[in-house]
């Protein structure tokens, strides 16, 4: 019978000094160890998350330091230091401003103003936390952490927790509804106990009299009703949540993806369309020069240490012309490192032209010294070129400008011939031009166009034309595919995923790349944004299921064909971003993918999961992990609820029938334990298998307890109840026992028998459907060290803490029973799992096939 004598002070006056307080001490080590194993929990969670949020904001600043150019981590500017800053990024500390090219700076989220500020050397002065919306410049930094402006603001708040995720949302609801199932069973329990009760009393015509035994059976009633919601009450759910995902997102962080939100994290398992970019996610960023177009002759670029590069006879002018569109329009810098080495930074495409430049014989240093640069207009999404406005040392003015080839050379009417002088461009040179432009990217080369403008000293200074310039070159900058990308989209088309590159690329050189990739198949569409952006809604969805690759894309092309994917389609959708104007498109989307290398500030701040390596395939694991932490939320739940229906029903059946039942309080509080709190941490926490990417992604409105699950919990449910039952109403004549302590002995064994069953369903939990449950699982030490720390806990209990238990020391025999009854419920689950269940919706699993095959259940 279930008695919280002890912890009432009713126990010692009732069966006297020691053992009146065995049960109430028991409950208190029982609350005290659930208390402590769970509060460690959380706090080791609490400095995990705590760790994450300190990398997601650790971001690394190019600054002049000492006379060189480095970079440091956001944490370690000093005041002194010189910040460079570009589109996109976010103004790291207050600072004044030194130089610079049409800097702009949205400072909404300091002032709450929308209109952005120019900053130039009449308003010098740059905020922390605003942003760089256009042009680039460098400043001095004057206050760090929380003496900026930006620290004094945030000292006034207090930084609010993570929300719950849907997930999270969704169980609390399960728990909700099954802790008023308890509550209702715990209210009929007592209801039926308490009637019996009277009725007895009538019978025996006792009803008049009444004495502190009967006050001590109601009290007992009470404690059995009690014990029944806590039993019921699901607490490990939201636990289990959050031991998942801090897990995954731990591990996901060693596999460089640095999670932001939470709910990040699940929402990838069930992501059914992932566009990516492709410069830097599909390819290696590692860029070259590998084939030119100059003076009418294409070349490929196979000597590279330096004498004749190019390998065919140019003009010293048409030369010279080259190397100042290439050193006078860049954003690259040199720098010497600490060892004297000569560093390049800027962007992979401008260091590739700049080497380039280089190799040629060009001096970088005495090009910046013949000129003065007027006005910078930097490359940008929107316009897909990066053009210069100079003053040439003998008089004079020259714009030059780089970029897309279609682009730069519609702004083209002259080219640079033969003899290095500018000559008009003929419609039928163009068209030459043209074809080269395609040849160089049908094999998946880059290619950009270098022009420049000669202009008098009368014209603007403030404006850089758009028209008139003088072709140079088109370069074809090889950047080739990742390794492991091809086998990842494939992973990705297997798992259901269909993979959607989105580039800014000559449409030739992204179905190049596509092909290479695999994501460009037979019947799939490649599409210029151009023409896509021309569809009216119906079209759109006609050919948007078709796109495969989306080629001349401006970020609003991308969130227009995320905004669709979601609204027409209902798709899940992931998405790539790495610059400013991207923004919009990360926040659309289901999941924000931010690159960590190549991606500006305000990507990544709007962005749930940031790629660190800027890798595809670190996409696909994060997916991967995603289906994961969904999977292993799924086995817990099919755990515990097995725990709570055989808990349930086995004390609220004992209880009506004999008044009272065979599970004590602290039996009840070490099993909650278990299957609470050491059941999160194992079976929350597995590693995810290659098995989830041959699946299709589970659906936004799927349950998410499946047939399947239901069938195994009401399958081992009701085996572990008849066993239970059978040992309760007649396991002393079964087992021969007679004697004072017969009854503890069947309590003891029914006790032991259900904590083994609950061991042996934590290891058929491991797969909901597969036969095959050992697979993996000497690989997850976590699990193991739950399990072994179960049954050594579960043998001090019985053997050595009986008093507090209210069990006794059981013969070998008897422990070989307990784990008999509890090893049958493997082959139990085996027959289970045999049982065919059917689909939910027709258009995704409900989480898992129907009746696997004889090759999957192997």
Known sequence: MVELKGLHGVGIATEGWPKGVYDGLGIILSIFLVVMVTAISDYRQSLQFRDLDREKKKISIQVIRDGRTKEVFIYDLVIGDVVQ????????????YISGYSLVIDESSLT?????????????????????????????VTAVGMKTEWGKLME???????????????LNGVATIIGKIGLAFAVLTFLVLTVRFL????????FTHWSSYDAFALLDYFAIAVTIIVVAVPEGL???????????????????????????CETMGSANCICTDKTGTLTTNHMVVDKIWICGKAKAINNRNGEGILGLEISDSALSFLLQVIFQNTGCEISRDEDGQIKILGTPTEKALFEFGLLLGGDFASQRKEVQILKVQPFSSDRKKMSVLVALPKGGLRASCKGASEI???MCDKVVDDSGKPVHLSEEQTRNVSDVINGFASEALRTLCLAFKDLDDTCEESRIPDFGYTLVAIVGIKDPVRPGVKDAVRTCLEAGITVRMVTGDNINTAKAIAKECGILTEGGLAIEAQDFR???????????PKIQVMARSLPLDKHTLVTNLRNMFGEVVAVTGDGTNDAPALHEADIGLAMGKSGTEVARENADVIIMDDNFTTIVNVAKWGRAVYKNIQKFVQFQLTVNVVALVINFVSACISGSTPLTAVQLLWVNMIMDTLGALALATEPPVDELMKRTPVGKGDSFITRAMWRNIFGQSIYQLVVLAVLNFDGKRLLGLNGSDATKVVNTLIFNSFVFCQVFNEINSRDIEKINIFRGMFDSWIFMVVIVATVTFQVIIVEFLGA??????????????????????????VVLKCIPVHRTTAKHHDGYDALPTGQELA
């Not at 800053?85 to 004044?96: E, K, Q, R, Y």
């Not at 922390?128 to 400043?139: A, I, L, N, Y």
């Not at 009725?199 to 006792?206: I, P, R």
């Not at 021309?534 to 948007?544: L, S, V």
């Open 804 to 829: 507090f238990a209210s069990t006794v020391p059981l013969s070998w025999q008897l422990w070989v029973l307990s784990v008999v009854i509890g090893a049958v419920s493997m082959p139990v689950a």
């Open 112 to 140: 709450g103003e929308s209109e952005p500020v120019n900053i130039d050397d009449k308003k010098p002065f740059l905020l922390s936390g605003t942003k760089v919306q256009d042009g680039s410049g460098k400043m001095l």
């Open 408 to 410: 730069v050379l519609k």
């Open 85 to 96: 800053l570009s589109t996109g990024d976010i103004v790291p500390t207050d600072g004044i």
């Open 534 to 544: 021309n569809k009216t809604p119906e079209e759109m969805r006609d050919i948007i």
């Open 238 to 264: 939201p636990l289990a949540v959050t031991l998942s995902l801090a897990f995954a997102m731990k591990k996901l962080m060693q596999d460089m993806a640095l999670v932001r939100h939470l709910s990040a």
């Open 199 to 206: 009725v007895e009393k009538a019978l025996h015509n006792e």
């Open 156 to 170: 006034t708040l207090n930084e609010g927790g993570e929300d719950e995720t849907p997930l999270q949302v969704k």
